[in-house]
């Protein structure tokens, strides 16, 4: 009978080999609670498999939704959000396939958005969206690709946006006619009064009229003054009287970018009133609604003005804030939070819309092509260089490609249980999700991370 000690050296030895054996052999270990591998990564080969998932997208938007707003891929159709085109695809796609090098792609793309865009429409348009998508869109393809063109869009198209301010309060309404002026929708939320100053700022610099830039940052310091005594926003207010309408606090969607702006703006601009802001908001944020538990470190949902949790959830819009975190300097919370992130990702295989964190049960269960999960692990790739954080864009793309695609284009999730699909294309999975994915693999010369700043649709502006 084989001594303890004779057992145990053996067993070292085999243990030892075995490593030597599986790095030799290119195999990898993977992380069982994270699900990332720890091999070596064909960067260059990621980046073309990426490029090429967009090509594929964009030739369905081109077969079957040419001139229109979204593809529908199942049904090999096209929707158009307010029943005319504004050619919002293309729009928000072009500055991914400027990045990519794709220029028989953006070619065409500027061909279709000169010849056939105009703002000249009797419509209502959400003030939010179309910033965000499509001046943002313009304002970023103006400075990588520099036809004049584009500007001229996108003054055009601010100028039709501004009566959206014209409000008691100085804060935006919802809806504002493309043509007419008109507007609607006074209740409504702090992204949507709040996300607007990198666009409308970025216009401001470029044309050297500052309107756009003081009516912008007028609404976002308005929604500031009115947060409550413990320095938290609530999830909606009429821009008419000032007044919230609902008093409950968080990061997610329908305040999310609200926050992200203060930063962004800060570091965009130099403005340190944005930099005033954030540094008072992110107190509150980490003090009543950051939350750790025995499943991970989280961001729930507390009552504005007592501080008090009323709710765990936490979701896809939920998971930007990683990034935040990180360009703040933040690093430790930032790592913690995609942590937890990559945990709700890997679930059912691609992330839900939303999970009960406490219990980790979902909630919402369709996946809606999101980025922000990717967005928070490529920040925290770039600011630190840490490769697991590689490893997690690994894991985000081969589970997009296994789900997602179809066989003209990518749909959503109707399910991430059942990998139900459903029938939209959405353009920030080509503005935002495929653009993310492919700056990870890309050569860092395709965009200097140091000398821009995305908005909330992952359209780069460059610094001032």
Excluded at 353 to 363: H, K
């Amino acid at each position: 009978m084989k001594s303890s000690k004779t057992i145990l050296l053996n067993l070292i030895i085999f243990l030892a080999s075995f490593f030597v054996l599986s790095h030799i052999s290119g195999k990898v270990f993977a992380n069982p609670e994270n699900n990332y591998s720890i091999g070596k990564i064909d960067k260059k080969k990621m980046a073309m498999e990426v490029k090429e998932a967009f090509i594929h997208a964009w030739s369905g938007y081109k077969k079957y939704a040419w001139g229109h707003d979204i593809l529908k891929p199942n049904t090999k159709t096209y929707y158009d959000w307010y029943g005319v085109s504004l050619c919002m695809t293309p729009v928000d796609a072009f500055d991914t396939m400027t990045l990519m090098g794709l220029k028989k792609q953006s070619a065409e793309a500027k061909k279709l958005i000169f010849s056939k865009l105009s703002f000249n429409q009797d419509v209502y348009v959400k003030n939010f969206e179309i910033t965000i998508r499509m001046l943002g869109g313009l304002l970023s393809s103006y400075e990588l690709d520099g036809d004049k063109r584009f500007l001229t869009l996108a003054k055009d198209l601010a100028d039709r946006l501004l009566p959206a301010f014209n409000s008691k309060t100085g804060m935006p309404y919802q809806f504002v006619n493309l043509k007419t002026g008109n507007v609607k929708g006074s209740v409504t939320n702090p992204a949507e009064v709040g996300s607007l100053l990198i666009e409308f700022g970025t216009l401001s610099k470029l044309t050297g009229n500052p309107v756009y830039y003081n009516k912008a940052k007028n609404a976002l310091v308005q929604l500031y003054n009115r947060r409550s005594k413990i320095g938290l926003v609530g999830a909606e207010i009429n821009v008419e009287t000032g007044n919230w309408v609902s008093d409950e606090s968080y990061i997610g969607g329908g305040i999310d970018s609200y926050y992200e702006y203060l930063l962004k703006s800060w570091k965009l601009f130099g403005d340190l009133d944005c930099k005033r802001m954030w540094d008072s908001s992110i107190v509150a944020i980490n003090k009543y609604l950051a939350d750790s538990t025995s499943t991970g470190f989280w961001y729930g949902q507390a009552d504005m003005n007592s501080g008090k949790r009323v709710s765990t959830y936490f979701g896809s819009l939920d998971a930007f804030f990683g990034a935040e975190l990180a360009l703040s300097g933040d690093i430790h919370r930032a790592e913690m939070l995609q942590k937890s992130c990559f945990k709700m990702w890997n679930l059912y295989g691609i992330e839900p819309e939303e999970i009960n964190y406490d219990s980790m049960i979902v909630i919402s269960p369709e996946y809606v092509q999101r980025p922000e999960n990717i967005e928070s692990a490529y920040y925290l790739y770039r600011l630190t260089n840490n490769p697991k954080y590689l490893q997690m864009a690994v894991t985000y793309f081969k589970s997009i490609m296994k789900y997602c695609k179809t066989d003209d284009g990518f749909t959503g999730l109707k399910s991430v249980i059942t990998k139900e699909k459903d029938d939209e294309m959405q353009s920030f999975f080509l503005a935002e999700t495929l653009k993310y994915l492919y700056l990870f693999f890309a050569p860092p010369k395709v965009l200097d991370f140091n000398r821009i700043i995305f908005n909330t649709e992952a359209h780069p502006m460059k610094r001032f």
